[in-house]
C-alpha cells in the first residue's frame, strides 16, 4: 500500500455524520468586544484549582495573574480585561448539573489594557525548560478540550524522549469550526507555536493532522509550514473521532497507543493547534492565555460564526452579539457528539470551550430508546475496539464488574456507538454513569481500607502502649521486691558482722 492510499484509506472504526460547519466556518472571524463584565473561574483545567491573589475592589490590567496554580497539576488564571476586581463568588458551572464553583468577577473599564510583560528574545536558543517554564505561568492548557496543563505535557515528554509532536488539527466534531479558523486566520502562529513545542520537548519532527473536509487550512498550513521541512502537513480522512489522540496517532504513524499506556511513551505527544498558538503568544509576546477563537453555531442562531472572545465572557453576551433566530431547544457546551448540556446561557466561558452550540427543536429531537436488538453496529463503529452491547447489558442489570471485564475504562465517550444505534439506546450514558458508579466504589473502598489501617494502627498502638506499661509495671516489681530483699538481708549482714568482732 502506497504512502497516500494509506494516509486516506477510509478507517474501518468511527462514523461519518454530517458535518454542520458550515457557513460557521466560512463566516470571517469576528473579534468580540469587551463585556462589561467577565467571570473567570478558578478551575479551567484538570488538576487542582487556582487560587486567588487579588482583593476586591483591586485595579487589574489585562493579562495580569489574578490566580496562582496549586499543586503540580494546575494551572494559574488571568485577568481577560481590565478592570476592577468586583467579587471573588460562586458561578454556575458549565456542567449538566448547574452546581455552582468559584469565580473571579471583574468589572471591565472597557480600555483593555495590557499587563506590562517580557517576551523571550530568541526562545530557540533557550533551554527547552525556559519554554515550559513560561507556557506554565501563561496559564496554557489543552484546548482541544482536555485542558491539561501544557507544561506538564511538555516534562513528560522531555523525560520520555519523545521524538514525534502530533499537532491536532482534526476538529472531527460537527458544528464546530474554531481550529480550522485559527488555522486559516494565524496558520504562522500555529507552526510557530509547533516549533516551539518542539524545542520544548527535544521532538525531531511535527506531524499536522487535519481532515480533508478543511482544504483551505490544509493550504494555509502548508504555506505556512513550507520553510520548515521538520514540519509536515498531513491530510487525514474526515472520519469521527479522529481528533482523538489515540486515533489520530494511529492514522499518522501506524503506532498503537496500549490502553494502559500514555502516547508519549511510544514516542509521540500530541498538541491541539489551538495550544500551538496559545505557546506562540505567550512565549513570543509574552501574553498568557486570557482569550480563544470560539464558535458559535447551530439552527437557532441567526448568524453563525467564530468569535475571538475573552475568557469569562457570558454565554448569553455571545447570543446578544450573534443574534437568536429562536430561543434554543438545547445548549451545548463543545460538540453534539462529546459536549456538555448546559441549563442555561448565564454561564461564562472557559478555556477548553471550543464552541457554543444553540440547536433549535428539530435538532435537538432525541428518539425514544428502544430494546437492544444486538444488531453489533456499535461494535463495528467503536474506535477503541471495545463491545459496547456487552458492556450495557451488564451495566443494565448492575453488573458493573462485568462491564469492567470488557474494558469499560478504554472507552473515550466519544458517542459512536450511540449514533450508530437503530434502537437509540443512550449508551455513553450508560457507559458514563457506570464509570462514575466504579469510581465511586473504588473511593469508598480507599477510604474504608484507609481507616482499616487507621483501626489496626491504633489497636497496634494500644496493644504496644498496654505492652509496655506491663512491662514497666514489672520492672517497677522487680526493683521493689529486690529493694525490699536488700533492706531485709541488711540487719542480718549487720548482726553478723558484729558477732565476728
Given at each position: 500500500?502506497?504512502f497516500?492510499?494509506?494516509?486516506?484509506k477510509?478507517p474501518?472504526?468511527g462514523?461519518?455524520?454530517?458535518?454542520h460547519?458550515?457557513?460557521?466556518?466560512?463566516?470571517p472571524l469576528?473579534?468580540?468586544p469587551?463585556?462589561p463584565?467577565?467571570?473567570?473561574?478558578?478551575?479551567?483545567?484538570?488538576?487542582g484549582a487556582?487560587r486567588?491573589?487579588?482583593?476586591v475592589?483591586?485595579?487589574?490590567?489585562?493579562g495580569?495573574?489574578i490566580?496562582?496554580?496549586?499543586?503540580?497539576?494546575?494551572?494559574p488564571i488571568?485577568?481577560?480585561?481590565?478592570?476592577t476586581?468586583?467579587?471573588v463568588?460562586e458561578v454556575?458551572?458549565p456542567?449538566?448539573?448547574?452546581?455552582?464553583?468559584?469565580?473571579i468577577t471583574i468589572?471591565?473599564d472597557g480600555?483593555d489594557?495590557?499587563f506590562d510583560s517580557?517576551p523571550?528574545?530568541?526562545?530557540?536558543?533557550?533551554?527547552?525548560?525556559e519554554?515550559?517554564?513560561?507556557?506554565?505561568l501563561a496559564g496554557?492548557?489543552?484546548?482541544?478540550?482536555?485542558t491539561?496543563?501544557?507544561?506538564?505535557?511538555f516534562?513528560l515528554?522531555?523525560?520520555l524522549k519523545?521524538?514525534t509532536?502530533?499537532?491536532?488539527?482534526g476538529?472531527?466534531?460537527?458544528?464546530?469550526?474554531?481550529?480550522?479558523r485559527?488555522m486559516r486566520?494565524?496558520?504562522?502562529m500555529?507552526?510557530?507555536?509547533a516549533?516551539?513545542v518542539?524545542?520544548?520537548?527535544?521532538a525531531t519532527?511535527?506531524?499536522?493532522g487535519i481532515e480533508d473536509?478543511?482544504?483551505?487550512?490544509i493550504a494555509?498550513m502548508r504555506?505556512?509550514?513550507?520553510?520548515?521541512?521538520e514540519v509536515?502537513?498531513?491530510?487525514?480522512p474526515?472520519?469521527?473521532p479522529?481528533?482523538?489522540?489515540?486515533?489520530?496517532?494511529?492514522?499518522?504513524t501506524?503506532?498503537?497507543?496500549?490502553?494502559?499506556?500514555r502516547?508519549?511513551?511510544?514516542?509521540v505527544l500530541v498538541?491541539?493547534?489551538?495550544?500551538c498558538?496559545?505557546?506562540?503568544k505567550a512565549?513570543r509576546l509574552?501574553?498568557?492565555l486570557v482569550?480563544?477563537i470560539?464558535?458559535l453555531?447551530g439552527g437557532?442562531?441567526?448568524?453563525p460564526g467564530?468569535l475571538y472572545?475573552?475568557?469569562?465572557t457570558?454565554?448569553?453576551?455571545?447570543f446578544?452579539?450573534?443574534?437568536?433566530?429562536?430561543?434554543?431547544?438545547?445548549?451545548?457546551?463543545?460538540?453534539?457528539?462529546?459536549?456538555t448540556?448546559?441549563l442555561?446561557d448565564?454561564?461564562?466561558i472557559v478555556?477548553?470551550a471550543?464552541?457554543?452550540?444553540?440547536?433549535?427543536?428539530?435538532?435537538a429531537?432525541v428518539?425514544?430508546?428502544?430494546?437492544?436488538?444486538?444488531?453489533g453496529?456499535c461494535t463495528k463503529?467503536?474506535?477503541?475496539?471495545?463491545?459496547?452491547l456487552e458492556?450495557a447489558?451488564?451495566?443494565r442489570v448492575g453488573?458493573?464488574?462485568?462491564?469492567?471485564a470488557?474494558?469499560?475504562?478504554?472507552?473515550?465517550?466519544c458517542?459512536?456507538?450511540a449514533?450508530?444505534?437503530?434502537?437509540?439506546i443512550p449508551?455513553?450514558?450508560?457507559?458514563?454513569?457506570?464509570?462514575?458508579e466504579?469510581t465511586?466504589?473504588?473511593?469508598?473502598?480507599?477510604r474504608t481500607?484507609?481507616t482499616?489501617r487507621?483501626?489496626?494502627?491504633?489497636?497496634?498502638r494500644?496493644e504496644?502502649?498496654?505492652?509496655?506499661?506491663?512491662e514497666?509495671?514489672?520492672?517497677r516489681?522487680?526493683?521493689?521486691?529486690?529493694?525490699k530483699?536488700?533492706?531485709?538481708a541488711?540487719?542480718?549482714?549487720?548482726?553478723t558482722?558484729?558477732?565476728?568482732a
Amino acid at each position: 500500500m502506497g504512502f497516500l492510499d494509506r494516509f486516506l484509506k477510509t478507517p474501518n472504526w468511527g462514523v461519518h455524520p454530517e458535518d454542520h460547519k458550515r457557513p460557521a466556518a466560512d463566516a470571517p472571524l469576528r473579534l468580540f468586544p469587551s463585556p462589561p463584565r467577565v467571570f473567570m473561574p478558578l478551575h479551567q483545567h484538570v488538576g487542582g484549582a487556582a487560587r486567588p491573589v487579588v482583593l476586591v475592589g483591586q485595579k487589574v490590567l489585562k493579562g495580569q495573574l489574578i490566580a496562582e496554580a496549586q499543586g503540580n497539576i494546575s494551572a494559574p488564571i488571568h485577568a481577560s480585561v481590565s478592570g476592577t476586581i468586583s467579587a471573588v463568588g460562586e458561578v454556575t458551572a458549565p456542567h449538566p448539573s448547574g452546581l455552582p464553583f468559584k469565580a473571579i468577577t471583574i468589572d471591565s473599564d472597557g480600555a483593555d489594557r495590557w499587563f506590562d510583560s517580557e517576551p523571550l528574545a530568541d526562545p530557540f536558543s533557550a533551554a527547552p525548560e525556559e519554554i515550559a517554564r513560561r507556557a506554565a505561568l501563561a496559564g496554557v492548557v489543552g484546548l482541544g478540550g482536555a485542558t491539561f496543563p501544557a507544561a506538564v505535557k511538555f516534562a513528560l515528554g522531555k523525560r520520555l524522549k519523545v521524538s514525534t509532536l502530533i499537532v491536532n488539527g482534526g476538529e472531527c466534531e460537527p458544528y464546530l469550526s474554531s481550529d480550522d479558523r485559527i488555522m486559516r486566520d494565524y496558520p504562522e502562529m500555529v507552526i510557530d507555536g509547533a516549533r516551539l513545542v518542539m524545542h520544548a520537548i527535544g521532538a525531531t519532527d511535527a506531524l499536522v493532522g487535519i481532515e480533508d473536509n478543511k482544504p483551505e487550512a490544509i493550504a494555509a498550513m502548508r504555506r505556512a509550514a513550507a520553510a520548515y521541512p521538520e514540519v509536515k502537513i498531513r491530510p487525514v480522512p474526515a472520519w469521527y473521532p479522529m481528533g482523538s489522540d489515540k486515533q489520530l496517532i494511529q492514522t499518522l504513524t501506524g503506532k498503537e497507543v496500549p490502553s494502559d499506556a500514555r502516547a508519549a511513551e511510544v514516542g509521540v505527544l500530541v498538541h491541539n493547534v489551538s495550544t500551538c498558538a496559545a505557546v506562540h503568544k505567550a512565549i513570543r509576546l509574552g501574553q498568557p492565555l486570557v482569550e480563544r477563537i470560539i464558535t458559535l453555531n447551530g439552527g437557532a442562531i441567526a448568524n453563525p460564526g467564530n468569535l475571538y472572545a475573552p475568557l469569562g465572557t457570558m454565554i448569553s453576551d455571545l447570543f446578544a452579539f450573534v443574534g437568536l433566530r429562536e430561543a434554543p431547544a438545547r445548549l451545548i457546551l463543545g460538540g453534539p457528539m462529546m459536549g456538555t448540556p448546559l441549563l442555561h446561557d448565564r454561564i461564562p466561558i472557559v478555556k477548553g470551550a471550543s464552541g457554543i452550540l444553540a440547536f433549535n427543536a428539530a435538532e435537538a429531537f432525541v428518539p425514544e430508546a428502544g430494546p437492544c436488538i444486538r444488531c453489533g453496529s456499535c461494535t463495528k463503529a467503536c474506535p477503541m475496539g471495545l463491545l459496547p452491547l456487552e458492556m450495557a447489558a451488564r451495566i443494565r442489570v448492575g453488573d458493573l464488574e462485568g462491564a469492567e471485564a470488557y474494558a469499560l475504562q478504554d472507552c473515550i465517550s466519544c458517542g459512536c456507538c450511540a449514533y450508530v444505534c437503530p434502537s437509540h439506546i443512550p449508551l455513553v450514558q450508560y457507559f458514563s454513569h457506570a464509570k462514575g458508579e466504579l469510581t465511586a466504589a473504588e473511593r469508598t473502598k480507599l477510604r474504608t481500607e484507609a481507616t482499616r489501617r487507621l483501626a489496626e494502627a491504633k489497636t497496634a498502638r494500644i496493644e504496644r502502649e498496654n505492652r509496655e506499661k506491663a512491662e514497666a509495671a514489672a520492672r517497677r516489681k522487680a526493683e521493689r521486691e529486690a529493694a525490699k530483699a536488700a533492706t531485709a538481708a541488711a540487719p542480718v549482714t549487720e548482726q553478723t558482722q558484729g558477732a565476728s568482732a
